[in-house]
C-alpha cells in the first residue's frame, strides 16, 4: 500500500492550496480517508476525514468553513482544499487510510489510521 501526498509548499496568508493524495495497493473506495498535520514541535493532529462513499465528512475547529476534504475513488484520489490560509496551518500534511468502517472509525485519532503517505509541506507567510 501506498500514499502519495502532493500540492503543499509557500503560500501567502489568505490564499488557497489543494492537496492530493494518491493511493495504490489497497481497494481505496471502501475506506474512510483523512488528513492530519503536524507543526514543528507539536504532536500530529486530526484536519478531516470522509466517508469510502463521500457521502459524510468531519472537520476539526480549526479547519470548519476553510478546508473541504473530498475523494475520487476512480482515481484512487483524496483532496484537502484549502481556503484562507492562515500561518498557523503550517505544517506537514499527511493523508491516511482508516480500515474501520466510518460508523466505528475513531476518525480524529491517528492510531485508528492503518496506512500513512509520506507528507507534504505546507507553509504560510504572514
Known amino acids: 500500500v501506498q500514499l502519495q501526498a502532493s500540492g503543499g509548499g509557500l503560500v501567502q496568508a489568505g490564499d488557497s492550496l489543494r492537496l492530493s493524495c494518491v493511493a495504490s495497493g489497497l481497494s481505496f473506495s471502501t475506506y474512510t480517508a483523512g488528513w492530519f498535520r503536524q507543526a514543528p514541535g507539536r504532536e500530529r493532529e486530526f484536519v478531516a476525514a470522509i466517508k469510502w462513499s463521500g457521502s459524510s465528512t468531519t472537520y476539526a475547529d480549526s479547519g470548519k468553513g476553510r478546508f473541504t476534504i473530498s475523494r475520487n475513488n476512480p482515481k484512487k484520489t483524496m483532496y484537502l482544499q484549502m481556503s484562507r490560509v492562515k500561518p498557523e496551518d503550517t505544517a506537514v500534511y499527511f493523508c491516511?487510510?482508516?480500515?474501520?468502517?466510518?460508523?466505528?472509525?475513531?476518525?480524529?485519532?491517528?492510531?485508528?489510521?492503518?496506512?500513512w503517505g509520506q507528507g507534504t509541506l505546507v507553509t504560510v507567510s504572514s
Open positions: 491516511a487510510i482508516d480500515g474501520e468502517i466510518w460508523e466505528k472509525a475513531n476518525k480524529q485519532q491517528p492510531q485508528s489510521y492503518d496506512y
